[in-house]
């Protein structure tokens, strides 16, 4: 997502404008569109594994054969849903810091940007840990990547989903290192804002695999 | 692969009646006979069949005339229209579009398509539905394998099966059958033109299809689904018989194979399939448990106690063709390794060198790949097993008590 | 391969992050303009267009030459030219090298170069980006044809591949790794290249320029660009389960375990058939530039065409289930997008209609690009018919996987978008290089493939319906395919006379119009209609010297024509008056960067990695972080080198880093030289 943010703007613009705003036809920066645009295309990335996974849940109790056998029942009873249901709530938390984090910059108050920052990231961090440790604990009951196809569509699809968590924290360290090095004000508030836009999208497509994956019965 | 006869007989056409009809073009097509043609889809032979070629036959007729009308559009618009010699700089009137004629383009289309629509449904209803004719009392689970096809027979449709086929399926002539379409590896496709559309063959699900011919005969089939390396060879023989001769054939079909005499040859090839073919062929009365009268490994032997298993489950079994031809009745065929040979020649004598050929090294008559190789510990198609001449020569000699030879 | 990946470990001292890239300009450095590393280092939409546009048409030899095997396999019944391992291989990188590496990228070729200049833009929104893409596509093809090196053979599972027999139990080499993986890494190509694209044309089109003024091959392109966008992320999912399959151990596919084998047939069509469409409509674009201005008309119908173009993009989505009418779906579903693809003909139609009524009337000027135009509406018109007949969901059980199908979409394919990107050639050749192809070895060229192309598959027609299936590494005597297959193999290789007269006339228009010192064809050879005609052959650096004002579609017409009482154009301006001059000086362009090639070529790396040995992605890893990293703290724009013709040092040379935070707003806006 990096190059994407601090890709170039383009030198085609016809019209006047001064350093700051770009005028483009739609308003929007050409920035701000592209991460619009790729988290459309995201939303069918994120689409696609959804529906693989409600596939194989509903198979794999349906399977003739494997109704009873601990492989099935590793599936639906190894969930910890108060757990996942805390770290849910630390995602979610990390969105609103991550809105106070982009009005402080807008406000031009570095020190809250960095504060709220930081702890957008650490929130971030704490969720992927707790996934980690929902791995292993599950890796350790037997159900591995490879057990069945229920396994395989679980982790595949919480997977992807902690690896844009971790793309999404090193891009708040990103802006945090710029901020330290004083490159970082409300003049260029919008690349703050458009990592937020990805933040968003992180945690909004959170709720849905946590319901699908772990409320759905 | 060399020395293939036919498996109908070919009526070769003037090569000038060819020629003709390439200038006729697409309309010409529906003109063609399966005179030498035994794959075709254009001489529909049953209830189902017919009923794709009626409803696809004018729209072939409508789609040459727009075809024509286009093409012929367009060559008229260019001669009328070309630039000619004097007109460099002349301009024509600047039209942008009539919107009642855009509407007009954008109406009728939509419309004709509207009409193929309802025909489309209507003939969808017919084939998914059961016809009047159709044989309640028995079914056949078609299995298609890695590169050839097992009919499984379900008489009383209980669920158990009673015999089974290899790469030949018999059905009553007049009467609808219905099948089971389904694979043990990858997927296939079940296809007799002249009978009715494919359907795939995929493993760990069934698909319906009926069919249904209307008189006696042979119908040709090939696989239509890419399945792997030979997929090009994977071949199968849809034959209608009198619906009194199919209950004789289905009497046959249940015997088991006899014991042949000590001290015959047929009797040393019976040990030698014991020894190294019944792994993956089964013969009924020879390597099935309760039938068998003779000591057989029991690692071959399928748990089931029924004498007549059919392929291994695909589900929860290794996925891969294991199995292979059931060989019974081998003598009841026409056609044998998937398909693709004729066991026969035209005056009825057994072809023994395709025979043995193919017993001694398989891979001249058709690419498989037998080895292991990764993620597979069976390989795919029949090996090359270390027998002498003799032990050819004796399988065949056994082979050939196995089944009644049809009558011509 | 070499230059890919060798280059980068050559980069001169001093090119590392944040140090200002040692000026390999293009603009400012005329002495470097021909260079091979301005072309490896270039973020020019143009030099990018034309990269996509060598490398596809490499690609299209090479396939191309897949074609000539199978059809050399076919020739006869029980064929011993290829065995069937080996021919499962050919046509398999066939369809796969044709469809993601030839027509795809050439459009991409035709959307780089154009779509700027058509809307009026000095560039894409993000040019490096676009040097990204093309890199990665690059490496995404390389990898692929790697596998017939080092792979074990080819991918032999067909371009759909489907499962399970792609499965490592039934095709135990390495070739579908490279499926998967090649694939994806192109894909990632495209899907950037589509971002890129969709944002320069909403955002960057010269004032006036408003949506519905925009060209119809601008518009095409657009709905492309979106089909793109949207659909690739399915197969991405599709592709990631393969690779996870294969390289993991996971079980998608795996049916012994409960998996579902039509899961991967969902996922690849739901993108597949979007493609077909991403792969046809650039040519109707193409095609839609072409007509009016050898008539002399505009275009018939112009809301008409794009909305019907949008129609075509929004129902494709909807229909791809056509694929799968024999695999077992309940009559339901077939019966829904059995009436759904009916449907989507409508749109299609209207298409062809509008261009035929663009013609009539007209004062047709058959050259080349127009022949081949013709051509298309033409073949086309063949290929969408036989697609009706499709639709009809059980005449389709009986034709689908037979050579009717191939027949059918290679009318679409070769006598849609192959035809359609050929007229192009011969049309914008002159934008690009500055000199005509010549039209008397182009019309020979049509001529010699129209007559081909129906030769090789108009048989398969018939073919077809006599029950040749697809995907056959041969057939028996008995079969009666023995006639047919003979003319259609026959036929192939009078298109590949074509082919080489298409190699012989660019060698021999360079030398006689370049080399020979003929003068430049000038701006606007074909007394064209859109912004592209109205800067100099070739495209100067810049683009454009001022952008121009719009005030109507066909605007660059409208300035040289108006309309008579009658309502015939007349021209009120000489061309010459109105087009630019390209002498602008000091325009701030995006500068060079090594570092798209450089992510790009970590990424077959990483690919070997999967597949082979992880100690293999290490580098490959290495060099893409030494991409993002260098890009990050490179400034899109040096700020100060390149034009100091004009503007000498402006001093504010030490805030380079500024692109890390925020792209860099370029100077803008040259004087009129």
């Given at each position: 997502m990096a190059e994407t943010m601090t890709a170039p703007a383009g030198t085609g613009h016809h019209a006047e404008h001064d350093d700051h705003a770009h005028v483009t036809n739609t308003g929007i920066s050409n920035e701000k569109l592209g991460m619009w645009l790729f988290l459309g295309s995201e939303c069918l990335l994120f689409g696609g594994l959804i529906s693989t996974f409600l596939l194989y849940k509903k198979k794999l109790n349906t399977f003739p054969g494997f109704e009873n056998t601990t492989v099935n029942k590793l599936g639906a009873n190894l969930f910890d849903i108060p757990f996942t249901s805390v770290s849910s709530f630390v995602l979610l938390m990390s969105s609103l810091t991550m809105v106070l984090s982009v009005s402080a910059l807008q406000r031009d108050d570095l020190r809250r940007t960095r504060l709220w920052l930081l702890a957008t990231a650490l929130l971030g961090s704490t969720f992927l840990a707790g996934q980690v440790y929902e791995f292993t604990a599950f890796v350790k009951e037997g159900l591995g990547f490879t057990t069945n196809i229920f396994s395989s569509a679980f982790f595949t699809l919480t997977g992807f989903h902690g690896a844009h968590v971790l793309i999404g924290i090193i891009i708040l360290m990103t802006m945090y290192a710029l901020s330290m090095r004083g490159r970082l004000s409300s003049r260029n508030a919008e690349a703050l804002e458009i990592a937020g836009l990805y933040w968003h999208f992180v945690d909004v497509v959170w709720v849905v695999i946590f319901v699908v994956v772990y409320l759905i019965k | 692969m060399r020395t293939m006869s036919s498996v109908r007989t070919t009526t070769r056409r003037g090569r000038l009646a060819r020629l003709g009809l390439l200038t006729l073009g697409a309309l010409a097509l529906t003109g063609c006979g399966s005179d030498g043609h035994p794959l075709t889809t254009l001489d529909p032979r049953g209830d189902a069949s017919q009923?794709?070629?009626?409803?696809?036959?004018?729209?072939?007729?409508?789609?040459?005339?727009?075809?024509?009308?286009?093409?012929?559009?367009?060559?008229?618009?260019?001669?009328?229209?070309?630039?000619?010699?004097?007109?460099?700089?002349?301009?024509?009137?600047?039209?942008?579009?009539?919107?009642?004629?855009?509407?007009?383009?954008?109406?009728?289309?939509?419309?004709?398509?509207?009409?193929?629509?309802?025909?489309?449904?209507?003939?969808?209803?017919?084939?998914?539905?059961?016809?009047?004719?159709?044989?309640?009392?028995?079914?056949?689970?078609?299995?298609?394998?890695?590169?050839?096809?097992?009919?499984?027979?379900?008489?009383?449709?209980?669920?158990?099966?009673?015999?089974?086929?290899?790469?030949?399926?018999?059905?009553?002539?007049?009467?609808?059958?219905?099948?089971?379409?389904?694979?043990?590896?990858?997927?296939?496709?079940?296809?007799?033109?002249?009978?009715?559309?494919?359907?795939?063959?995929?493993?760990?699900?069934?698909?319906?299809?009926?069919?249904?011919?209307?008189?006696?005969?042979?119908?040709?089939?090939?696989?239509?689904?890419?399945?792997?390396?030979?997929?090009?060879?994977?071949?199968?023989?849809?034959?209608?018989?009198?619906?009194?001769?199919?209950?004789?054939?289905?009497?046959?079909?249940?015997?088991?194979?006899?014991?042949?005499?000590?001290?015959?040859?047929?009797?040393?090839?019976?040990?030698?399939?014991?020894?190294?073919?019944?792994?993956?062929?089964?013969?009924?009365?020879?390597?099935?448990?309760?039938?068998?009268?003779?000591?057989?490994?029991?690692?071959?032997?399928?748990?089931?106690?029924?004498?007549?298993?059919?392929?291994?489950?695909?589900?929860?079994?290794?996925?891969?063709?294991?199995?292979?031809?059931?060989?019974?009745?081998?003598?009841?065929?026409?056609?044998?390794?998937?398909?693709?040979?004729?066991?026969?020649?035209?005056?009825?004598?057994?072809?023994?060198?395709?025979?043995?050929?193919?017993?001694?090294?398989?891979?001249?008559?058709?690419?498989?790949?037998?080895?292991?190789s990764r993620g597979n510990i069976y390989g795919r198609g029949m090996p090359k097993l270390p027998l002498t001449e003799d032990q050819i020569d004796d399988l065949v000699a056994y082979l050939e008590t196995l089944g009644t030879q049809p009558t011509a | 391969m070499a230059l890919v990946e060798r280059e980068p470990l050559a980069l001169p001292a001093g090119t590392g992050a944040g140090t200002a890239i040692e000026p390999l300009g293009v603009l400012a450095r005329p002495a470097t303009k021909t260079g091979w590393r301005s072309w490896v280092t270039t973020v020019d939409h143009k030099k990018i267009g034309i990269m996509y546009g060598v490398t596809a048409f490499f690609f299209f030899l090479v396939g191309g030459f897949e074609a000539l095997l199978i059809r050399l396999q076919l020739?006869?019944?029980?064929?011993?030219?290829?065995?069937?391992?080996?021919?499962?291989?050919?046509?398999?990188?066939?369809?796969?090298?044709?469809?993601?590496?030839?027509?795809?990228?050439?459009?991409?070729?035709?959307?780089?170069?154009?779509?700027?200049?058509?809307?009026?833009?000095?560039?894409?929104?993000?040019?490096?980006?676009?040097?990204?893409?093309?890199?990665?596509?690059?490496?995404?093809g390389l990898f692929l044809n790697s596998s017939w090196f080092i792979g074990g053979g080819g991918p032999d599972c067909g371009w759909f591949c489907y499962a399970p027999n792609s499965g490592v139990t039934f095709s135990p080499t390495h070739g579908v790794d490279f499926y998967s993986v090649g694939l994806q890494i192109a894909g990632a190509a495209s899907l950037i290249g589509s971002v890129n694209l969709i944002i320069t044309v909403l955002n960057m089109r010269a004032p006036g320029m408003s949506?519905?003024?925009?060209?119809?091959?601008?518009?095409?392109?657009?709905?492309?660009?979106?089909?793109?966008?949207?659909?690739?992320?399915?197969?991405?999912?599709?592709?990631?389960?393969?690779?996870?399959?294969?390289?993991?151990?996971?079980?998608?596919?795996?049916?012994?375990?409960?998996?579902?084998?039509?899961?991967?047939?969902?996922?690849?069509?739901?993108?597949?058939?979007?493609?077909?469409?991403?792969?046809?409509?650039?040519?109707?674009?193409?095609?839609?530039?072409?007509?009016?201005?050898?008539?002399?008309?505009?275009?018939?119908?112009?809301?008409?065409?794009?909305?019907?173009?949008?129609?075509?993009?929004?129902?494709?989505?909807?229909?791809?289930?056509?694929?799968?009418?024999?695999?077992?779906?309940?009559?339901?579903?077939?019966?829904?997008?059995?009436?759904?693809?009916?449907?989507?003909?409508?749109?299609?139609?209207?298409?062809?209609?509008?261009?035929?009524?663009?013609?009539?009337?007209?004062?047709?000027?058959?050259?080349?690009?127009?022949?081949?135009?013709?051509?298309?509406?033409?073949?086309?018109?063949?290929?969408?018919?036989?697609?009706?007949?499709?639709?009809?969901?059980?005449?389709?059980?009986?034709?689908?996987?037979?050579?009717?199908?191939?027949?059918?979409?290679?009318?679409?394919?070769?006598?849609?978008?192959?035809?359609?990107?050929?007229?192009?050639?011969?049309?914008?050749?002159?934008?690009?290089?500055?000199?005509?192809?010549?039209?008397?070895?182009?019309?020979?060229?049509?001529?010699?493939?129209?007559?081909?192309?129906?030769?090789?598959?108009?048989?398969?027609?018939?073919?077809?319906?006599?029950?040749?299936?697809?995907?056959?590494?041969?057939?028996?005597?008995?079969?009666?395919?023995?006639?047919?297959?003979?003319?259609?193999?026959?036929?192939?290789?009078?298109?590949?006379?074509?082919?080489?007269?298409?190699?012989?006339?660019?060698?021999?228009?360079?030398?006689?119009?370049?080399?020979?010192?003929?003068?430049?064809?000038?701006?606007?050879?074909?007394?064209?209609?859109?912004?592209?005609?109205?800067?100099?052959?070739?495209?100067?650096?810049?683009?454009?010297?001022?952008?121009?004002?719009?005030?109507?579609?066909?605007?660059?017409?409208?300035?040289?024509?108006?309309?008579?009482?009658?309502?015939?154009?007349?021209?009120?301006?000489?061309?010459?008056?109105?087009?630019?001059?390209?002498?602008?000086?000091?325009?701030?362009?995006?500068?060079?960067?090594?570092f798209p090639l450089v992510m790009a070529a970590g990424l077959p790396f990483i690919g070997y990695g999967v597949i082979f040995n992880r100690l293999i992605a290490i580098p490959g890893v290495l060099l893409f972080l030494v991409g993002i990293f260098g890009w990050a703290f490179e400034p899109a724009t040096e700020p100060d080198d390149h034009h100091g013709d004009a503007h000498g040092s402006d001093g504010h040379g030490g805030d380079d880093h500024d692109g890390a935070a925020k792209a860099t707003p370029a100077t803008e806006e040259a004087p009129v030289g």
């Open positions: - | 009923a794709i070629h009626a409803l696809v036959q004018p729209v072939f007729i409508v789609a040459g005339i727009v075809l024509v009308l286009v093409n012929a559009g367009v060559l008229v618009t260019a001669l009328k229209f070309r630039r000619k010699p004097g007109e460099e700089d002349a301009f024509p009137e600047q039209v942008h579009g009539n919107t009642k004629l855009e509407l007009g383009w954008t109406i009728v289309p939509a419309l004709i398509m509207a009409g193929i629509a309802v025909g489309t449904v209507a003939t969808l209803v017919t084939l998914a539905n059961a016809p009047d004719d159709m044989r309640e009392d028995f079914d056949i689970r078609v299995v298609g394998h890695q590169w050839w096809w097992s009919f499984e027979y379900d008489l009383g449709r209980d669920g158990t099966i009673d015999f089974e086929t290899a790469n030949e399926m018999v059905i009553p002539a007049g009467q609808a059958v219905d099948l089971k379409i389904t694979s043990r590896d990858v997927i296939h496709s079940f296809w007799i033109p002249a009978l009715n559309g494919k359907k795939d063959a995929a493993p760990g699900r069934e698909h319906a299809l009926w069919m249904k011919a209307d008189d006696p005969g042979r119908f040709l089939g090939q696989c239509t689904e890419f399945c792997g390396l030979s997929h090009g060879y994977m071949r199968m023989l849809v034959e209608a018989k009198q619906p009194a001769d199919f209950e004789t054939w289905v009497q046959e079909q249940l015997q088991p194979a006899a014991i042949p005499e000590d001290g015959t040859a047929a009797r040393r090839g019976l040990d030698t399939f014991v020894g190294q073919c019944a792994t993956c062929h089964m013969i009924e009365g020879v390597n099935s448990p309760e039938c068998t009268p003779i000591e057989a490994e029991t690692e071959y032997a399928v748990e089931d106690n029924t004498c007549w298993v059919g392929a291994a489950p695909f589900i929860g079994a290794a996925q891969v063709s294991g199995g292979a031809p059931n060989l019974t009745h081998l003598m009841s065929r026409y056609l044998f390794v998937g398909g693709l040979y004729e066991l026969r020649d035209a005056e009825g004598n057994l072809n023994r060198n395709n025979l043995e050929g193919w017993i001694r090294n398989p891979q001249d008559y058709k690419p498989m790949a037998p080895d292991p | 020739a006869q019944p029980n064929g011993s030219i290829l065995s069937a391992d080996v021919y499962n291989q050919i046509y398999t990188m066939h369809g796969v090298t044709m469809v993601f590496l030839v027509i795809m990228p050439m459009a991409a070729a035709f959307a780089n170069y154009l779509l700027p200049l058509q809307i009026g833009a000095r560039d894409v929104a993000f040019p490096r980006l676009n040097a990204l893409s093309f890199w990665v596509f690059l490496a995404g949506l519905f003024r925009m060209p119809v091959f601008t518009w095409m392109q657009l709905v492309v660009q979106f089909l793109l966008a949207f659909s690739l992320p399915v197969i991405t999912v599709a592709l990631f389960l393969l690779t996870f399959d294969r390289s993991f151990g996971a079980n998608f596919f795996n049916v012994a375990q409960g998996a579902d084998p039509l899961l991967w047939q969902h996922l690849f069509w739901i993108f597949g058939h979007p493609e077909v469409y991403i792969l046809i409509l650039p040519s109707f674009g193409i095609v839609s530039e072409i007509i009016p201005v050898m008539c002399r008309k505009p275009i018939y119908g112009y809301p008409f065409m794009v909305f019907s173009g949008i129609a075509i993009g929004f129902m494709g989505f909807g229909v791809w289930a056509h694929h799968m009418f024999a695999s077992g779906l309940g009559p339901i579903s077939v019966a829904a997008f059995s009436l759904s693809t009916m449907f989507i003909a409508v749109p299609t139609g209207v298409k062809i209609l509008n261009w035929m009524a663009t013609m009539w009337g007209g004062k047709i000027l058959f050259n080349t690009p127009m022949l081949f135009s013709a051509g298309l509406v033409a073949m086309f018109t063949i290929g969408g018919l036989s697609g009706v007949t499709h639709a009809i969901a059980p005449a389709d059980t009986q034709q689908t996987d037979t050579y009717y199908i191939v027949a059918h979409f290679h009318y679409v394919l070769f006598g849609g978008a192959l035809l359609g990107l050929f007229a192009g050639m011969y049309f914008w050749w002159p934008k690009a290089f500055g000199h005509m192809l010549s039209d008397r070895l182009g019309k020979w060229h049509f001529w010699i493939t129209l007559v081909g192309f129906n030769l090789t598959f108009g048989p398969m027609h018939i073919l077809g319906l006599q029950g040749m299936s697809r995907r056959i590494v041969t057939y028996q005597p008995e079969d009666g395919f023995t006639l047919w297959n003979r003319v259609a193999t026959l036929g192939v290789f009078i298109i590949a006379i074509g082919v080489l007269l298409f190699i012989y006339n660019m060698f021999h228009s360079y030398r006689t119009w370049k080399a020979a010192g003929r003068p430049n064809p000038g701006p606007d050879p074909w007394d064209a209609r859109s912004l592209e005609w109205s800067i100099p052959s070739p495209t100067p650096e810049h683009n454009f010297d001022v952008i121009p004002e719009i005030h109507a579609q066909d605007d660059f017409w409208h300035r040289k024509y108006g309309e008579d009482e009658r309502g015939r154009a007349v021209r009120v301006a000489a061309t010459e008056n109105v087009v630019q001059k390209g002498d602008a000086k000091g325009v701030h362009l995006p500068s060079p960067s090594y």
